[in-house]
């Protein structure tokens, strides 16, 4: 059964710094593509980043570009998203997923709630 689990947001001042995680189970993530998400309030839920398999690979929203760095650690399942320089437009709940450009699975986490006001 696929599984995700993110960890690490809270309230940040903007300009502020948080580093998102993501466990992973359920498939073979040492090989797979995978990417970030958020959801603000009352929007649809977006793109923010991905990497792929090989970790050489990256892709970004034009909105965190040079703000918001992906990684991942391929000797556990998990997947990080450090976020820096932090916008009030950043607001959301972030959740990861496998993919690219889209997410290959229905089935979501229960996401990180990350809050940047002042």
């Known amino acids: 059964q696929v599984q995700f689990v993110e960890s690490g947001g809270g309230l940040v001042e903007p300009g502020g710094s948080l580093r998102l995680s993501c466990v992973a189970d359920?498939?073979?993530?040492?090989?797979?593509?995978m990417s970030w998400y958020r959801q603000a309030p009352g929007k649809e839920r977006e793109l923010v980043g991905g990497i792929s398999g090989d970790g050489y690979g990256r892709n970004w929203a034009d909105s965190v570009k040079g703000r918001f760095t992906i990684s991942r650690d391929n000797s556990n399942p998990i997947l990080y998203l450090e976020m820096t320089d932090l916008k009030p437009e950043d607001t959301g709940v972030y959740y990861c997923?496998?993919?690219?450009?889209?997410?290959?699975?229905?089935?979501w986490g229960q996401g990180t709630q990350v809050t940047v006001s002042s």
């Open positions: 997923n496998k993919g690219y450009w889209r997410p290959d699975f229905d089935s």
């Open positions: 359920g498939f073979d993530f040492w090989t797979s593509d």
